[in-house]
């Protein structure tokens, strides 16, 4: 039985309109080689000027990483021909990245459900620029440059995760905080977000083996596989009494497996030398002023938050705070049904506001089932021109609690507000649909089924105890034919009263 050992190197697109070190335009998708100017593509004589922005940005992640940030920070120039590179070297950071020694708690199920409950060191954050990109199509690679000096942020961590599974959770979990921070959109797809994975595995208490990095992996899933994958090919090789080879793989998804790439780098064949043309940058208490007021709640601690306060289960509370903006949604629907925008109706009827709890427990089962089956229905991919707004969805939660809708017609209600933009109150009192709970008129419509469904109710007074299944299902269909007679507005706990009193007399 063998050890390993995982690290990871995440990189990370920052979301600053320009690029890092000039004033190209960054965005994904725009024609190829629009964006270059002569900075970032190193020609003779220029300077690079440093975004801020991405400065800014980097710290704001560095800090969520409970990392501390150096009083002075500076660029170096690591040096390497690609052809993705036109200037031959990558200015990036080496020896005072902007953060350093942090930590990252992971606590959560993994892939395959196992719980995970583990802390993560951080070693440090850099920022760097990045490298173009190579298309390759037959015998030709053609050159896109636009990414080219594009805000990239390098999260590394120590190698102190053991499967594919803890490693796939990390960076879910970074995806999701960095969503959250707003600095980056964290579409894997994309390339906005990427991760090299080192792995390496040696007998228990032998420490680290030899380290095999596997190259670009653009999914967190293919991180898994690729780990675990690279772990059972290492035994392999141990167990064969060969030796494992430091060197870069990569995943093949088609096969299923790592395949060699080149043999490993180390930080000495880079020739790391400071950077000359840009100066040292001692962030001074008006910058990290500006770090702090922009961090955020994050989502581990306010998945957290949600399971204590609104008494959600975890995978509830898990599935709400997957995006910030349904996060926020939540909250702000539950507010609306626990606060005074409930006390009243369009029409100023006083209504009774919801506890917090019953409040949550209701606006998280509409957002799991039926919102976020309309979401994906509509083709929406946010809740920002969502004709139902968490006012609104409180309003339907309160009418349906008050008793004043049915559970159909409170569906029904749901989806009109989404497709004609109305208020869900104004809709009930145009259509007539708030149920009815005065015993005497569901009574009458009881009476007029039990007339109408003679062979139903014949049969029911000939079931003894030993046909009880039967008899719960031809009750339950004469509650239905009543609820149907007043159009589902009937109450059914009363309709079934009303029933059962006829039946019996």
């Not at 892939?111 to 440090?124: H, L, P, S, T």
């Not at 309309?374 to 004709?387: E, K, Q, V």
């Not at 749901?414 to 004609?420: C, D, F, G, Q, R």
Request: net charge negative.
């Amino acid at each position: 039985m063998y050890q390993s050992f995982i690290g990871l190197e995440v990189h990370i697109h920052l979301l600053t309109a320009t690029k890092v070190f000039c004033g190209c335009r960054s965005a994904f998708g725009d024609e190829p080689n629009s964006n270059v100017c002569p900075v970032c593509m190193g020609y003779p004589g220029v300077l690079p000027t440093l975004n801020l922005e991405a400065m800014r940005m980097g710290c704001m992640v560095a800090k969520a990483l409970n990392c501390s940030i150096p009083e002075r920070t500076w660029f170096e120039r690591k040096q390497y021909f690609y052809p993705d590179m036109t200037k031959n070297y990558q200015i990036s950071q080496f020896a005072s990245p902007l953060g350093q020694n942090g930590s990252l708690e992971l606590e959560g199920r993994g892939a395959n459900g196992e719980r995970i409950n583990k802390k993560v060191r951080i070693k440090e954050c850099h920022l760097e620029e990045d490298a173009g990109k190579m298309i390759h199509t037959g015998t030709v690679s053609l050159l896109d440059y636009n990414r080219a000096g594009v805000s990239l942020l390098e999260i590394v961590t120590e190698p102190d995760m053991e499967t594919g599974e803890e490693a796939e959770f990390f960076i879910q979990q970074l995806r999701r905080m960095v969503r959250y921070l707003g600095v980056c959109d964290g579409n894997m797809e994309e390339g906005s977000l990427r991760a090299d994975a080192n792995v390496s595995i040696n007998l228990p208490g032998r420490g680290l083996g030899k380290k095999v990095e596997i190259k670009n992996l653009n999914s967190s899933r293919f991180v898994r596989l690729g780990l675990n994958y690279e772990i059972r090919r290492q035994a392999e090789v141990l167990d064969a009494g060969k030796a494992v080879v430091q060197e870069t793989r990569l995943w093949n998804e088609n096969r299923d497996e790592t395949v060699p790439m080149r043999q490993k780098e180390n930080a000495q064949d880079y020739r790391y030398f400071p950077e000359p043309d840009l100066p040292v940058f001692c962030p001074d208490k008006a910058f990290l002023g500006s770090v702090e007021d922009a961090i955020v709640e994050l989502p581990a601690a306010r998945l957290k938050r949600f399971v204590a306060e609104y008494t959600l289960a975890e995978e509830q509370a898990d599935l709400i705070c997957e995006e910030k903006a349904q996060a926020d949604y939540f909250e702000a629907a539950v507010k609306a049904a626990t606060g005074t925008a409930a006390a009243k109706t369009g029409t100023g009827t006083a209504k009774k506001a919801l506890s917090k709890t019953d409040a949550a427990d209701r606006i998280a089962k509409w957002f799991l089932t039926d919102i976020k089956h309309i979401l994906h229905r509509d083709g929406l991919s946010g809740l920002d021109a969502f004709a139902l707004s968490p006012a609104r969805l409180a309003s339907i939660s309160v009418m349906q609690a008050e008793g004043r809708l049915s559970g159909k017609l409170a569906k029904q209600t749901l989806e009109l507000v989404v497709a004609e933009n109305r208020d869900p109150e104004a809709i009930v009192r145009e259509r007539n649909w708030e149920q009815i709970t005065d015993p005497a008129p569901i009574a009458e419509a009881a009476r007029q089924v039990i007339a109408e469904e003679k062979a139903t109710v014949s049969e029911l007074a000939k079931l003894d105890g030993n046909n009880e299944k039967r008899r719960k299902t031809l009750f339950a269909y004469l509650v239905g034919k009543v609820l149907s007679a007043t159009g589902g507005r009937a109450d059914p706990k009363i309709a079934g009263e009303q029933v059962k009193a006829l039946l019996e007399n």
